[in-house]
C-alpha cells in the first residue's frame, strides 16, 4: 500500500522544508543580512539574493527530493509492517 495519509504527507512536506532550510542555511543568512534594516528597498536590493534563495529552497523541495523523502518514508514503514508481522508469528 502505497498510499499516506494526509498527516503523513504533511510531515513528509514539513521533512522536506526543514531539510532544504537546513542546506540552505549560508543563502537564507545572506539574504536575511540583505533585507535587515530595509523597507521599501528589499525589493531591488535583495533580488540576487531572493533568486539565490529561491533556487536553493527549490533544489530541495522540488518534485524529484520530495519523491525521494516519501519512497523512503514507504520503505521504512513496511519494513516496520514486516518486522510486525514476524514478531506475531
Given at each position: 500500500?502505497?498510499?499516506?495519509?494526509?498527516?503523513?504527507?504533511?510531515?513528509?512536506?514539513?521533512i522536506t522544508k526543514?531539510?532544504a532550510v537546513k542546506?540552505?542555511?549560508?543563502?537564507?543568512?545572506?539574504?536575511?543580512?540583505?533585507?535587515?534594516?530595509?523597507?521599501?528597498?528589499?525589493?531591488?536590493?535583495?533580488?540576487?539574493?531572493?533568486?539565490?534563495?529561491?533556487?536553493?529552497?527549490?533544489?530541495?523541495?522540488?518534485?524529484?527530493?520530495?519523491?525521494r523523502v516519501r519512497?523512503?518514508?514507504?520503505?521504512?514503514?513496511?519494513?516496520?509492517?514486516?518486522?510486525?508481522?514476524?514478531?506475531?508469528?
Open positions: 500500500m502505497n498510499a499516506l495519509s494526509r498527516r503523513e504527507e504533511e510531515n513528509l512536506l514539513k526543514e531539510r542546506e540552505c542555511h549560508d543563502v537564507v543568512k545572506e539574504f536575511a543580512d540583505c533585507v535587515s534594516g530595509r523597507t521599501i528597498s528589499v525589493a531591488w536590493a535583495c533580488r540576487k539574493q531572493l533568486r539565490t534563495m529561491e533556487d536553493c529552497i527549490l533544489l530541495y523541495t522540488g518534485p524529484e527530493p520530495y519523491e519512497t523512503e518514508y514507504l520503505r521504512l514503514r513496511e519494513e516496520q509492517r514486516a518486522a510486525k508481522l514476524r514478531d506475531l508469528q
